[in-house]
């Protein structure tokens, strides 16, 4: 049967990605729906290029814009306040792929889930951020969250391999950023430009700069806890700079299951779109000669310490990880603006975070509390 898809975030990295999956495997997976936030003239190209049902812009000097210019016989405008709301929860749809960045996406995923669709997720931000509540509202709702994020979809893959209570431990492979080898006396002169240059991936600006300061490992070892229900100690971290394998699953028995592929995202996009079935990939195989070694490490949390203040937030649980996520958000965006300098991400964060006081099991109201919280405080550190 063929299903219904909504793309959030479709002018994105991954938004383009997942069009390009979509176009080659038309007989699986019709578009419903596409919505941007700012990008009017992509928006408007991918209209013309794939035909979507709906569309719709979430910003609105944006959207008037993009309504001045917006022709089509086939796609209809949704207006820019309810647009994401039809797209996730009409009928019609069965997929909806969430690739807005940062807790913008939060609200796509509530109604996602509400609507008991399958969420596949690529805003890491809104699993970070609901915490513990997203797994009883899935099943409330009868709803399937998919990971997105490479990581996490390679251990949904290494998890087929074993029962859950025969799992010792995530083994969580990052590539290290671009900083990794560079020695800490150094971090202070690191460029904005610097750390947008990542080593294997490329992405968005957003998780391009959580990546150098290894803050995106941070907020997976939260989106793995939350989406894989596993406390915190039983993942490990380990640095692996070629990209290769995507993250591991190791057993009782010390057997321990690895997913590898090339670096290209449309891999673990397509797994989260069509599971439980393959789709063929024209993405570049690996050639395991010409790749030679692979190598790993353990991380430098002096060099990192988000990555340690990540842990700490992992393991207490509550609604700290929303302030933690919140105060990251400004950081990285006053850092984009050029407000501040790289070297000052970590303590703005890191500060924010210790002036909170956590709520261990928190409402949804009192999470969208903490993320209010966290964005003023951290805009306060800021200056
Ligand atoms: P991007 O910056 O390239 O694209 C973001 C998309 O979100 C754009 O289409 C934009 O229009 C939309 N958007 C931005 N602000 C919005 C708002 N306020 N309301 C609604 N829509 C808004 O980002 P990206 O790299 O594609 O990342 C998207 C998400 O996927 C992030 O959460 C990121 O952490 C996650 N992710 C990305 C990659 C990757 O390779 N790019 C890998 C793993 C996870
Ligand atoms: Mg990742």
């Given at each position: 049967m063929?299903?219904r898809?909504?793309i ?8 383009v990605?997942a069009?390009?999956?979509v ?9 419903f729906?596409l919505?941007?936030f ?8 991918q ?6 049902k709906f569309?719709t812009?979430?910003n609105k000097?944006?959207?008037d814009?993009?309504?001045n210019s917006?022709?089509s016989d086939?796609?209809?405008l949704l207006?820019?306040?309810t647009?994401i709301?039809?797209l996730?929860?009409d009928p019609?749809v069965?997929?909806?792929?969430n690739a807005?960045?940062?807790a913008?996406?939060l609200e796509?995923s509530i109604?996602?889930v509400?609507?008991?669709?399958r969420?596949?997720l690529a805003n890491?931000?809104?699993m970070?951020?609901w915490?513990e ?12 969250i998919?990971?997105?994020d490479s990581?996490h979809s390679a251990?949904?893959?290494?998890l ?16 290290g950023?671009?900083?990794r080898?560079l020695?800490?006396e150094k971090?202070?002169?690191i460029?904005?430009?610097q ?5 294997t991936?490329?992405m968005?600006?957003?998780?391009t700069?959580d990546s150098a300061?290894?803050?995106n490992?941070g907020l997976e070892?939260?989106?793995?806890v939350?989406?894989f229900d596993?406390?915190a100690?039983?993942i ?20 321990i299951i690895a997913q590898?592929s090339?670096?290209?995202m449309?891999?673990p996009i ?5 599971y439980?079935?393959r ?6 195989k690996?050639?395991l ?5 692979l190598?790993?490490f353990?991380p430098?949390?002096k060099k990192?310490?988000?990555?340690k203040?990540?842990?700490?937030v ?5 609604s700290?990880a ?7 958000e400004?950081?990285v965006s ?7 300098e ?5 303590d ?7 002036k ?8 949804l109201e009192?999470?969208l ?15």
């Amino acid at each position: 049967m063929i299903k219904r898809l909504s793309i959030l975030g479709s002018t994105g990295s991954i938004g383009v990605s997942a069009l390009d999956i979509v176009a080659k495997n038309q007989d699986r997976i019709e578009l419903f729906g596409l919505s941007a936030f700012s990008n009017v003239e992509l928006l408007q190209k991918q209209v013309e290029q794939y035909h979507p049902k709906f569309v719709t812009v979430c910003n609105k000097t944006a959207y008037d814009k993009f309504k001045n210019s917006f022709h089509s016989d086939r796609t209809k405008l949704l207006e820019y306040e309810t647009g994401i709301k039809y797209l996730t929860s009409d009928p019609e749809v069965d997929i909806v792929l969430n690739a807005i960045v940062g807790a913008a996406g939060l609200e796509a995923s509530i109604e996602t889930v509400k609507a008991g669709k399958r969420l596949a997720l690529a805003n890491k931000e809104s699993m970070v951020i609901w915490g513990e509540l997203i797994n009883s509202f899935a099943k409330k709702y009868e709803a399937e969250i998919i990971p997105v994020d490479s990581e996490h979809s390679a251990i949904w893959q290494a998890l087929v391999a074993g029962g859950k209570k025969e799992v010792r431990k995530i083994l969580l492979t990052g590539s290290g950023g671009p900083f990794r080898e560079l020695p800490i006396e150094k971090f202070k002169s690191i460029t904005k430009e610097q750390a947008l240059n990542h080593p294997t991936w490329n992405m968005g600006p957003k998780i391009t700069i959580d990546s150098a300061t290894m803050m995106n490992k941070g907020l997976e070892i939260i989106e793995a806890v939350r989406l894989f229900d596993i406390p915190a100690d039983k993942i490990e971290v380990v640095i692996h700079p070629e990209s290769i394998i995507h993250s591991m699953v190791e057993y009782i028995d010390s057997s321990i299951i690895a997913q590898m592929s090339n670096p290209d995202m449309r891999l673990p996009i397509s797994y989260a779109l069509y599971y439980p079935e393959r789709v063929f990939s024209d993405s570049a195989k690996i050639n395991l000669s010409e790749a030679g070694k692979l190598t790993f490490f353990s991380p430098d949390f002096k060099k990192f310490p988000l990555l340690k203040l990540a842990l700490r937030v992992a393991e207490s649980g509550g609604s700290c990880a929303a302030v933690m996520n919140a105060a990251n958000e400004i950081a990285v965006s006053a850092l984009l603006n050029d407000t501040i300098e790289f070297a000052q991400i970590p303590d703005i964060v890191i500060n924010s975070v210790e002036k909170y006081k956590n709520i261990e099991s928190p409402s949804l109201e009192e999470i969208l509390e903490a993320d209010r919280w966290g964005r003023e405080k951290a805009k306060e550190l800021v200056g």
